[in-house]
């Protein structure tokens, strides 16, 4: 069965600081690995679509990257406005989309 | 454009009725999914349409749960006898293709409260 592990649950990071978010996947056949942010009150907004393992996507102050076995999304000197909870999942042909629980960033001023 | 659109926004309704809630996807959309956000939790899947394939239902809780989407337009999502374990947020995506090769597009889902 396709599965989705993010980690950590919950960062709390300083304005600047930079980091790194996990998400570590086990799917038959991936045909896409999605990265969503979710504010509260909000459906998930869609941020990169990963295929193959070496891809690498940007977007602002978020780099996306791709191995066989998992995903980190690093975040390059954060803002306050980059918390929101970050969302993993993984899509394996004409199947669902299975979701990891997420990763709470939070960023201090 | 126009995105994902749910109705209503927020429901609060008494154990024991029954709910409908609605999706209107993006159009031109072929695949459409639902899904339940539990207070804290993760996105749980529930059910996923497909062009005119047979939907995916393998993740409707009980068979108090049922959808229905009409071709490549709108889906409602059916709760009959709600219990207070139904309480969550249900939220509806769409996307272009539906085989891993396109995104999925969100809508701002529907609060439903069973008291």
């Known amino acids: 069965e396709d599965q989705v592990t993010q980690s950590p649950e919950a960062l709390r990071l300083q304005e600047g600081e930079s980091s790194s978010l996990n998400c570590s996947y086990t799917?038959?056949?991936?045909?896409?690995l999605f990265w969503y942010r979710q504010d509260p009150g909000k459906g998930p907004e869609f941020l990169f679509t990963?295929?193959?393992a070496g891809e690498e996507k940007e977007k602002e102050r978020l780099k996306a990257t791709l191995t066989k076995k998992e995903s980190f999304l690093h975040i390059t000197a954060p803002k306050p406005e980059d918390s929101a909870t970050y969302l993993c999942?993984?899509?394996?042909?004409?199947?669902?989309?299975?979701f990891g629980t997420g990763t709470r960033l939070l960023v201090s001023p | 454009g126009a995105g994902v659109s749910q109705s209503p926004s927020n429901k609060v309704t008494e154990k024991g009725k029954d709910v409908e809630l609605r999706c209107d996807p993006i159009?031109?959309?072929?695949?459409l999914y639902w899904y339940r956000q539990r207070l804290g939790q993760g996105l749980e899947f529930l059910i996923y349409?497909?062009?005119?394939?047979?939907?995916?239902k393998s993740g409707l809780p009980s068979d108090r749960f049922s959808a229905e989407r009409t071709g490549e337009s709108v889906s409602t999502l059916t709760i009959q006898r709600t219990q207070q374990e139904d309480s969550a947020v249900y939220l509806c995506?769409?996307?272009?293709?539906?085989?891993?090769?396109?995104?999925?597009?969100f809508g701002n889902g529907t609060r439903l409260t069973v008291t």
């Open positions: 995506a769409s996307s272009l293709l539906g085989n891993g090769n396109s995104p999925l597009h």
């Open positions: 799917v038959s056949g991936l045909r896409g």
């Open positions: 990963l295929y193959s």
């Open positions: 999942a993984v899509q394996a042909g004409f199947q669902k989309l299975v």
């Open positions: 159009s031109g959309h072929t695949a």
């Open positions: 349409f497909q062009g005119n394939s047979a939907p995916d």
